[in-house]
Structures are given as C-alpha cells and as structure tokens.
C-alpha cells in the first residue's frame, strides 16, 4: 500500500478528514522553504504538494505566482524540488505530491521524472493543465503505476466526465471549489456538497476540496463534505508577508495546527 493510501485510511479510521498543504518548492530559497516545509509536516499536515516553480503558471493567483517568480529567481527547478523531496524523506513520512505543469516534467523527461520521484520519496504527481485525454504521452512511458497520478475535476465537469476521468486516476481526486484562480474568494458550499456526491457515484478514490479555503470556519464546512482540505494561497501569503523573519516556521506550524484542528470530526 502507498503512502496516499495508508494516510486516507488511518485518517477514516480516526475519523478525521485530509489537511492538504501546497507551498512552492524553494519559497523563497532552498534551505528557508525546507525548514518552512518541515514545520508544517511536523504541525499535523497531512499531505504535502510541494508545487515546481513555473513561469506561467496560468491556474494560480497572484500570490502563487509571486512565491513561483521567488522560487525561480533563487534558481530552483524539478531537479531541486525532487531534492528537496529526499531531504524530507529523512524526516516525514507524510506522502508527497508533486505539482506542476506539464512543461517542466516535458522538459526533464517523462520516464526520467517518473524514476527520480520515485527514488526521491515522492508518491504521486498532479498535472494541472493535462486532462485524461492528453496524458497518454506521459503515462506510455511510465513502467508502472507507483507514482499515483491524481485527477482534477471542476464545478462544470458532468458526472459522466467524472467517471472518464475517475477511471484513470489513482491517490485522491482534487476537486475545484470553484471557477476562477487560487486565491479567490467565496465557497459555494451547497454546490461543492452537490459535485463531491456525484464523485462518490462513480469512484471510491477519496475527494480532496481545494480552491478559495483559507480559515478555519471554511476549513471545517467543507470537511464535512469531502475527504480531504487543500490549502494552498493561504499558506503563500503567510509566507510573503513574513519572508526574513525568524519565526516564519512557527507562524506556518501554528496555522496549521489550527487549521488541522478543524479536519478533526465531532464525537458522537
């Protein structure tokens, strides 16, 4: 059993939902966002995506696409984030997805990426811009199915596109809160109730939320209606707004315990 596996179970049978933590690889440097990364694992995350910088990133918001054009001028690359991932293995066992775009994993090689994640301690890699249609060019290389391949759906994806796209994915589904950019405001709970049902139709792969969910409350409403919580703008802009100071991976493990509290089911 993979590690994604492993952590959705134990967390079912503590009746807990997913804390799914995304920050850039290399924000703002190699060796400050490996403490900062650190912290956050040992403060009750989850799972990590740790997203490669990429100079289009054409999904995020400004704040991701600030902490991107940070990780690229220190220099930082796939080579550096797989890196990064071996450094972590030597102290977290949480699993670790790699997020990207297609462009960079293109560039290094799809049979290559697939080997060095691997041997780096990744467990899986989620695409933003290559739908079940278009991966084939990718996955053709891959020997094996190790590396979990995780899927996106969206508020527009009809259930029989859901179950095309729940075919081919493995690890959990991300789906989209909602259209538009990482960062923005406003959950329609009611709606993201509506779509996680209809993904439990067709898959019993888990159902992580993400998109727009920043605090506490929101944490909690849309853990009572899916699997798992990915936070992602709200962590970056800790980072910007604290970058140089001492006690940054304090901040970031204290928001996370908070926001980690919240995963965690009423006693019946």
Not at 105 to 117: K, S, V
Not at 133 to 156: F, H, K, N, V
Not at 172 to 177: G, K, L, P, Q
Request: charged share 20%; proline share 7%; hydrophobic share 45%.
């Amino acid at each position: 059993m993979n590690r994604i596996d492993a952590a959705f179970e134990q967390l079912a049978r503590k009746k807990e939902k997913a804390l799914v933590g995304f920050v850039t690889a290399g924000d703002p440097d190699t060796g400050q966002s490996l403490k900062l990364v650190s912290a956050m694992c040992a403060a009750g995350l989850d799972v990590l995506e740790l997203g490669v910088p990429f100079s289009d990133p054409t999904a995020d918001g400004p704040v991701i696409q600030r902490s991107s054009a940070r990780a690229l001028a220190a220099g930082i690359g796939l080579g550096q984030v797989l890196g990064m991932i071996e450094a972590l293995r030597r102290r977290t066992q949480i699993p670790i997805i790699v997020f990207s775009y297609y462009n960079p994993i293109h560039a290094y090689g799809a049979a290559g990426f697939h080997r060095d994640a691997l041997n780096a301690g990744a467990d899986g890699v989620l695409l933003v811009d290559v739908p079940p249609e278009e991966s084939g060019e990718l996955t053709a290389q891959w020997p094996d199915d190790r590396l979990c391949l995780i899927r996106l759906t969206t508020p527009t994806t009809p259930p029989e596109r859901m179950q095309r796209i729940a075919a081919s994915a493995s690890g959990f589904i991300y789906h989209v809160s909602k259209l538009g950019v990482t960062g923005s405001q406003g959950l329609p709970l009611e709606e993201i109730g509506r779509k996680v049902k209809q993904l439990r139709s067709v898959t019993n792969l888990p159902v992580c939320v993400g998109f727009g969910i920043s605090t506490p409350i929101e944490v909690a409403a849309v853990a009572a209606l899916c699997d798992g919580v990915v936070i992602g703008s709200a962590f970056e802009r800790l980072i910007e707004e604290n970058i140089g100071k001492p006690d940054l991976p304090d901040l970031l493990a204290a928001r996370v315990s908070a926001l980690k509290h919240e995963t965690r089911l009423p006693s019946s």
